[in-house]
């Protein structure tokens, strides 16, 4: 029984211990994103208005992303390209809720609109921690979106217009 305990010891002490290993990880990962960070932000600094070059920063840096969507793109393109980027992503969710809110009101809201509108939101903020925009799902998702709601309100307007459905 004395082996029996030793080695159930054992056991809970491996199991613990990697427990130990994965938080170790994750601080390096997470000194490594604060260094990065860092470095696109330097780089922000050094070239504010036209950034560094797209796809560059992981030339300088040992081949690393920046791990941030929006530093990355703020970092490689400056203030222009980042506002532009952000430009692009407003009009798309603007013209989302801009949907959402016609059909709502008229009493035929549009839950694939909202579900895909969620989608999107979520894409966007796990891009503060992960580059989500280098990825074709984000654009085709964003696409999704605007695509979607530009049917739903030609289609309401096609309800308004055939019934005269006022609501």
């Not at 290993?21 to 208005?49: K, M």
């Not at 990355?72 to 969710?93: D, K, N, P, Q, R």
């Not at 605007?146 to 307007?157: E, F, K, T």
Request: glycine share 10%.
């Amino acid at each position: 029984t004395l082996g029996a305990a030793l080695g159930e010891q054992n056991i809970a002490h491996r199991a613990l211990s990697s427990f130990t290993l994965v938080f170790e990880q994750g601080a390096v990962s997470d000194s490594w994103r604060e260094y990065n960070w860092n470095a696109a932000l330097g780089e922000f600094e050094r070239h504010p208005l036209i950034g560094m070059g797209l796809g560059t920063f992981e030339l300088y840096y040992d081949k690393h992303e920046i791990h941030s969507s929006y530093l990355s793109v703020l970092a490689e393109t400056g203030a222009l390209g980042f506002f532009a980027y952000c430009g692009v992503l407003g009009i798309a969710l603007l013209q989302v809720l801009r949907a959402i809110t016609a059909t709502t009101v008229r009493g035929r809201p549009n839950t694939l609109l909202i579900a895909l509108l969620m989608t999107m939101i979520a894409a966007l903020i796990f891009g503060v921690h992960h580059n989500t925009t280098r990825h074709r799902y984000v654009w085709f998702l964003v696409g999704c979106c605007l695509i979607q709601a530009n049917l739903s309100l030609a289609q309401l307007r096609g309800w308004m217009q055939v019934g005269g459905d006022e609501r």
